[in-house]
Structure formats: C-alpha cells, structure tokens
C-alpha cells in the first residue's frame, strides 16, 4: 500500500519569498511517480511538477521544484519568489509503476501568500 | 496540450434522483480514466478506475451499484450518481492519462453536486 504524508494543514509565506511544502511517502514498489497539484478555490487540479523514483536530478519547472531525498521518502515542493497568485490549496501525490496514473494523494497544504 | 474536460461544473439535484457526470478527453485518447470524490476541506480520494470497454474497478467502500460508471469510448466516461441523497454531495473530479512516461496526467474541472 501506499501513503502520502503532509503534515503541514497551513503554510504562510511572505510575497517574493521562498517557501518548501513537505511530503513523505511510504511505499514498497520500486519504481513510482510523485505528482505535486495546485488546487486554487475553483477546485481544478494544476499540475505542477513531476519527479520518477529512478530519475537522477531533482524536477524544476519555472519558480517550482521539487526536492526529491529518496533515502528519506521525501519530496518537498520549493516555490520561489512566492506570488499572491501562489495562495491554494497544494497536494503532494504518488502513482505506482504501472498503474496507468492512479494517485495516491497526501492531505493537502493551504499555502496562503501575504503581500 | 491535452485537455481533459467535465460538465456539468455544478449540478443540484433532489434527493433520490440520479445525476450523470461526463469526462471527456479532448485531444487525445485515454483508455483509463479515474474518478476521485473530495470533500469540502478534504483531499481527494479515488472511487473507481474506469477501462473502455470493460468494467470499471472499484475502491473499496465505493458501491458500484451507486455510482455507476461507463466508458464506452476512447474519449468519454461517465460517472451517474444514482438515486442521490444529500450525504453524495461532494466534487466529482475525472483524469486521465496522456501517455508517455512523464507526468502526463490530466485532471477535469470537476463537478460540484449539490443534492437537496
């Protein structure tokens, strides 16, 4: 079995500052995907940002990356240079190899960016 | 890029009526969707995996008998909520797979039921 694990309910951060959203997994499978989504209040998901468990570097996508410590299961987002736009819901998720992209996903952070 | 889509976006029903939720995948064909339900303040939580051309895999806890779920095209599943009671009311949200080996997931917009 799987779990995702978010243990930050609320996150506050500073506009223009950097900000690391943590998520650890637990899985027995060797290879595995690990999704980070974006939920603003209108409830669609956005996809952030991606990391396999075999690949070498750490994803980057824009302002996001993902800070991926396979030894210690984890796999925090950093946002940098945060945004108003930035305030939304963040969920931490994993897929196991060949599962077609059925998610496990963590409970969630509320990322609120203050100006 | 790949689109996946979802209508109704809200829907309110009467209690004992059934309600049908479509996915649909725009430019691209998904032989897998999956449908997830969340609670308000919740993370989502999958009910079912659906196959075109065969029967949907159901979570366990999730009664198939309920929540009835058709694929019957490449680019089109359906969930239908049947005869809904208040406690169904939640959002309803659809994705998809685009192929390839990366992070090609994709989610609909969801649909809020809301059952009176």
């Known amino acids: 079995a799987q779990k995702i694990t978010q243990t930050q309910p609320g996150m506050f951060v500073q506009e223009k500052e950097a900000v690391t959203l943590d998520c650890t997994y637990d899985t027995s499978d060797p290879s595995y995907g690990l999704f980070w989504y974006k939920q603003p209040s209108s409830g669609e998901m956005i996809f952030l940002i991606y990391?396999?468990?075999?690949?070498?570097q750490n994803a980057t996508e824009g302002r996001y990356s993902l800070n991926f410590q396979k030894a210690r299961k984890s796999a925090n987002l950093v946002i940098s240079a945060s945004q108003l736009g930035d305030s939304a819901m963040y969920f931490c998720?994993?897929?196991?190899?060949?599962?077609?992209?059925?998610?496990?996903f963590g409970s969630g952070t509320q990322l609120t960016v203050l100006p | 890029g790949a689109v996946v889509s979802q209508h109704p976006s809200w829907v309110i029903c009467k209690s004992g009526t059934s309600v049908k939720i479509e996915c649909r995948s725009l430019d691209f064909q998904a032989t897998t969707m999956f449908w997830y339900r969340q609670f308000p303040k919740q993370s989502l939580m999958l009910m079912a995996t659906?196959?075109?051309?065969?029967?949907?895999?159901?979570e366990q806890g999730v009664e198939k008998d309920k929540f009835l779920i058709n694929h019957a095209s490449l680019t089109l599943s359906t969930l239908t909520v049947t005869s809904a009671h208040p406690e169904d009311s939640s959002f309803y949200i659809c994705s998809a797979h685009g192929g390839g080996n990366t992070g090609e997931l994709f989610f609909g917009e969801g649909s809020r039921l809301t059952v009176l």
């Open positions: 998720a994993m897929s196991a190899s060949g599962s077609a992209r059925q998610l496990t």
């Open positions: 990391q396999g468990s075999y690949d070498q």
């Open positions: 659906s196959n075109e051309g065969s029967k949907a895999t159901y």
